[in-house]
């Protein structure tokens, strides 16, 4: 699948926890770093995403702060 973000992460699912509508799913990025999205819990499901799954974290976003 081709997108237009170009923020493409590979990553291993660290962990999927489910709420009441939406889950949030851990995805270790390397080097200590991990990245937490939030989606919906039919999304988990459609996806199958699971605990060991190697996924890509895709981040599009309009707007980037920095801090220091």
């Keep these: 699948m081709k997108l237009s973000a ?13 709420g009441a509508t939406t889950g949030h799913v851990r995805i270790d990025i390397g080097g200590g770093n ?15 995403i699971r605990t060991g799954d190697e996924v890509i974290a895709v981040i599009k976003a309009s707007d980037v702060m920095v801090a220091k």
């Design 6 to 18: 170009r923020n493409q992460i590979k990553g291993k699912v660290l962990a999927v926890q489910k």
């Design 34 to 48: 991990v990245v937490t999205s939030s989606i919906t819990n039919e999304a988990i499901d459609e996806l199958a």
